[in-house]
C-alpha cells in the first residue's frame, strides 16, 4: 500500500502483460453482487450503502480496519469471490501474461497461484507520504499499513522487488530490466 505496485503494474501492462486489479476487481465486481450486498447490509446495516445504494467504501473500510474479527467476515466473504474470478480470468486465457496486483499476496498465502512473485518497495516515510497525498489521514494510513506484514518480510519473500523510491525512469528501467527474466520463466 502506498509503494507504487499499482504504477508497476501499469508499466508491465504497456510492455505486453495483461494487467488485473484485485482491488478493482473486489470494488467493481463483487461488491456490487446483490448477494454480497445483501450480506453487507445485514452485518453492518443500511448506512453502509450511498445514496445510490453502492457500498459506501470508505465507510466500509473504517469499520473493517478498526475491527478485526469485522475485517475477517469481510475477507471470508469477498476473497472467494474474487479467487473465482482469478480462475475465469486465467481460464479464458491460458498462454497469457499476466501481471495480477494483490496487496495482501503473502499475508494470505497466495505466492502459490503464480509463478513468480514481484514486491514494489520504498521506503516507510516514502510510503506514507504517498498515502497522505492520497488523502488518507496519517493515523489512518499507519493503521492499515499494521494490518500488513512488514515491508521488509515481503522483500524477503518475493521472487524480485522493484525499489520504488527514484524518478518514474528508474522504475521504468527496473520493469524493463527484470521483463525478460519474467518472460523466461514462463
Known amino acids: 500500500m502506498g ?3 499499482s504504477t508497476a503494474a501499469a508499466l508491465f501492462a504497456a510492455a505486453g502483460f495483461q494487467r488485473m486489479d484485485s482491488d478493482a476487481l473486489i470494488r467493481e465486481q463483487v461488491l456490487v453482487m446483490p448477494a454480497v450486498k445483501e ?4 452485518k453492518f446495516g443500511a448506512g453502509l450503502f450511498a445514496a445510490d445504494g453502492s457500498v459506501d467504501r470508505a465507510q466500509l473500510a473504517q469499520r473493517v ?3 478485526e474479527a469485522a475485517l475477517r467476515w469481510l475477507e471470508e466473504l469477498t476473497h472467494p469471490l474474487l479467487f473465482e ?10 498462454a497469457t501474461a499476466w501481471a495480477v496486483e494483490v496487496p495482501l499476496l503473502f499475508e494470505k498465502n497466495l505466492e502459490n497461484w503464480f509463478d513468480f512473485t514481484v514486491c514494489v518497495a520504498c521506503s516507510p516515510a516514502q510510503q506514507l507520504a504517498r498515502l497522505e497525498q492520497r488523502g488518507l ?3 489512518l494510513a499507519e493503521q492499515r499499513i499494521s494490518k500488513q506484514l512488514p515491508l521488509a518480510r515481503k522483500i524477503e519473500l518475493a521472487d524480485f522487488v522493484l525499489w520504488n523510491e527514484g524518478t518514474a525512469q528508474f ?3 527496473q ?6 527474466a519474467l518472460t523466461a520463466v514462463r
Open 3 to 5: 509503494c507504487g505496485k
Open 85 to 94: 474470478l482469478w480462475r475465469q480470468a486465467f481460464a479464458a486465457a491460458p
Open 171 to 173: 522504475l521504468q528501467d
Open 175 to 180: 520493469v524493463d530490466h527484470l521483463i525478460p
Open 39 to 42: 450480506q453487507l447490509g445485514r
Open 137 to 139: 489521514p496519517h493515523a
Open 65 to 67: 480496519f478498526a475491527d
